[in-house]
């Protein structure tokens, strides 16, 4: 596999560096770094930290998102997702997780909790119009275009 992104990384957890699970994943697992368990009630979010420390190069950003078997399994998500890791944010990276089952759910340390995916990204500057142009669909927003 061809690497094109080297980041810097400080890891101060007791855990391996974030890895992709596959050849052709997408997102790297990010693990818990805890003291001790942490348990989520119902409907409740925590904080969980990952002890990991990132430096993006400008024009990229890390998005963190669910782990999809932990969703559907366990009906544990990522509260804010995806959310950004900015180039300039250099701080450890936290996971925001949401219980959305009906049963206490228990993080233990080292549970994989979330998956970050780097991206590129642009800056643009808005160009102030007085109409835009024409489409097919034009202003048709939620369900605009059906179910089926």
Not at 2 to 15: D, F, G, Y
Request: charged content about 25%; proline content about 4%.
């Amino acid at each position: 596999m061809r690497v094109v992104l080297e980041i810097k990384v400080v890891n101060r957890s007791k855990h391996p560096l974030p890895q992709y699970e596959t050849v052709q994943a997408a997102g790297m697992d990010l693990r818990a770094d805890l003291e001790e368990s942490v348990e989520i009630r119902p409907m409740e979010r925590k904080l969980i930290g990952t002890g990991i420390h990132i430096q993006l190069p400008v024009g990229y950003e890390a998005q963190i998102r669910p782990r999809s078997g932990m969703a559907w399994k366990f009906g544990l998500t990522v509260l804010n997702a995806p959310g950004t890791i900015d180039s300039d944010y250099r701080g450890e990276i936290k996971v925001i997780l949401i219980n959305l089952s009906e049963e206490i759910r228990t993080i233990e340390d080292g549970d994989r909790i979330a998956q970050m995916v780097v991206a590129q990204h642009e800056r643009v500057v808005f160009a102030l119009v007085d109409d835009l142009e024409e489409t097919t669909r034009g202003s048709g927003g939620y369900g605009h275009t059906g179910v089926k």
